[in-house]
């Protein structure tokens, strides 16, 4: 598997759901560090409005961001979660033997 296709492709979980990528997963965590750390000092330590700025700030980028990277998986084959996700998958009847891995 490349790199890229790591990042990018879809997860399937445990039910045969798509669920985001590694690159959405971490989108997220970037996005509400950055932005928490940025409006820490903006607000000079006031929680409240701490967290509410971090809110309103972090939730357009991230609507845009995820946008973005939908459009970049958009072709891409699923991965698996985990490896124990093959597993569930066959014990219900949802990971055909014949075929390759989605």
Do not use: C
């Amino acid at each position: 598997m490349s790199l890229v296709n790591k990042l990018f492709a879809p997860r399937i979980d445990h039910r045969g759901m798509s669920t985001p990528s590694e690159a959405s997963r971490l989108f997220l965590v970037i996005t509400m560090l950055g932005t928490g750390i940025w409006s820490w000092f903006a607000t000079d330590g006031n929680l409240v409005v701490w967290f509410s700025l971090t809110l309103l700030i972090a939730t357009p980028i991230l609507s845009v961001g995820w946008y973005l990277l939908s459009l970049i998986a958009k072709n891409r084959r699923g991965e698996l979660l985990t490896p124990k996700v093959q597993n569930a998958l066959e014990a219900k009847g949802r990971w055909p033997h014949h075929s390759r891995k989605p």
